[in-house]
């Protein structure tokens, strides 16, 4: 059946795991090359979703607009003209200017010291920097505003991850302990399926119990 073909096509191409739900129930799932329910694995770049996650959830709680300058939060940008303007919604859609790589990600501190190759709301360019100075507003907002998570994956961990009941196998960190943000997250098919679920039901404002009632279980 459709099941049994698309897990053979996902072990063909090296898949490890495939997880179809239908209104929030698993209707097929399949593992192969090492793959099982139990065992977690890198997102990539399934990780940049994440950002999207906690920016609402800042939002909600008054930490963050997303059309304020990120240079209200980054002082070290105030004095570029360019990087002065940048929005935060600028920066998460990958329009801010900031000139971007793909592979390894540098630091928070790199990541803001990067130099810009476009003017602000201009052209799309997709990588790793962007993401790695949200981590660095979002650890910035938080400290400021003494809400007890020590950074950006503890907030994300007690706003989101926690109450629907997700938890992540791994997250790597820079060799500054910061967490990765364009890429790093683990997780099995299973765990990450429930932020897929939450995402399609509304996301952050939605009731975490209801939603793990409904859908997880």
């Given at each position: 059946?459709?099941?049994?073909?698309?897990?053979?096509?996902?072990?063909?191409?090296?898949?490890?795991?495939?997880?179809?739900?239908?209104d929030?129930?698993?209707?097929?799932?399949?593992?192969?090359?090492?793959?099982?329910?139990?065992?977690?694995?890198?997102?990539?770049?399934?990780?940049?979703?994440?950002?999207?996650?906690?920016?609402?959830?800042?939002?909600?709680?008054?930490?963050?607009?997303?059309?304020?300058?990120?240079?209200?939060?980054?002082?070290?940008?105030?004095?570029?003209?360019?990087?002065?303007?940048?929005?935060?919604?600028?920066?998460?859609?990958?329009?801010?200017?900031?000139?971007t790589?793909?592979?390894?990600?540098?630091?928070?501190?790199?990541?803001?010291?990067?130099?810009?190759?476009?003017?602000?709301?201009?052209?799309?360019?997709?990588g790793?920097?962007?993401?790695?100075?949200f981590?660095?507003?979002?650890?910035?907002?938080?400290?400021?505003?003494?809400?007890?998570?020590?950074?950006?994956?503890?907030?994300?961990?007690?706003?989101?991850?926690d109450p629907?009941?997700?938890?992540?196998?791994?997250?790597?960190?820079?060799?500054?302990?910061?967490?990765?943000?364009?890429?790093?997250?683990?997780?099995?098919?299973r765990?990450?399926?429930?932020?897929?679920?939450?995402?399609?039901?509304?996301?952050?404002?939605?009731d975490?119990?209801?939603?793990?009632?409904?859908?997880?279980?």
């Amino acid at each position: 059946g459709p099941c049994e073909e698309a897990g053979a096509y996902s072990e063909l191409r090296a898949g490890v795991s495939v997880l179809v739900l239908k209104d929030g129930q698993a209707v097929c799932e399949r593992y192969a090359a090492g793959g099982g329910p139990g065992r977690g694995w890198e997102l990539w770049s399934g990780t940049k979703s994440f950002s999207g996650l906690i920016a609402a959830a800042a939002v909600q709680d008054g930490l963050i607009a997303l059309d304020e300058k990120v240079s209200e939060t980054i002082p070290e940008w105030r004095d570029d003209p360019r990087k002065a303007g940048v929005t935060i919604r600028q920066l998460l859609n990958l329009t801010s200017g900031l000139s971007t790589t793909i592979g390894r990600p540098p630091a928070y501190a790199g990541a803001i010291a990067t130099p810009f190759t476009a003017e602000p709301g201009v052209r799309f360019q997709y990588g790793a920097e962007p993401f790695q100075v949200f981590g660095a507003v979002m650890n910035r907002k938080l400290s400021a505003a003494k809400t007890g998570d020590a950074d950006v994956l503890a907030y994300l961990k007690r706003r989101v991850l926690d109450p629907i009941g997700a938890k992540p196998s791994g997250w790597r960190r820079t060799a500054a302990g910061e967490p990765l943000m364009p890429q790093g997250a683990s997780f099995t098919a299973r765990e990450w399926a429930k932020v897929g679920e939450f995402v399609r039901a509304g996301g952050p404002g939605l009731d975490p119990a209801a939603f793990r009632a409904q859908f997880v279980g």
